[in-house]
């Protein structure tokens, strides 16, 4: 596999919209799911949402749910993370992954690069 780049990051202030890309080269057919994930200074990575492919379902986690909304092209060979009302606790470096399992645990061998995004008080 390919790893997926991410596109997008930058710096936006309370409230403001940010959109991710994320080229997902060489996905295999048949992965479960693909999901956007990130990682602030000193914490652990956390998932964000995420696709379930073949049934076409999107997974957020609370902290976003109704904020952000992961969608994908037709092809499904691009990842989008719509980003809307960005707090400052949204800060992050914001990772794709390809490859997710069905309990959307994110293969560690199929990350991205990374993008950073941070939202200003």
């Known amino acids: 596999q390919v790893q997926p780049v991410e596109f997008g990051g930058g710096l936006v202030q309370t409230g403001g919209s940010l959109t991710l890309s994320c080229a997902l080269f060489g996905r295999t057919p048949g992965i479960f799911a693909s999901g956007w994930f990130r990682q602030a200074p000193g914490k652990d990575r956390e998932f964000v949402a995420g696709?379930?492919?073949?049934?076409?379902?999107?997974h957020y986690a609370d902290s976003v749910q109704g904020r952000f909304t992961i969608s994908s092209n037709d092809a499904k060979t691009t990842m989008t993370l719509q980003m809307t009302d960005l707090k400052p606790n949204d800060t992050a470096v914001y990772y794709c992954?390809?490859?997710?399992?069905?309990?959307?645990?994110?293969?560690?061998?199929?990350w991205g690069q990374g993008t950073q995004v941070t939202v200003s008080s």
């Open positions: 696709i379930v492919w073949h049934r076409g379902t999107t």
């Open positions: 992954n390809g490859d997710l399992d069905y309990t959307l645990v994110p293969n560690p061998g199929y």
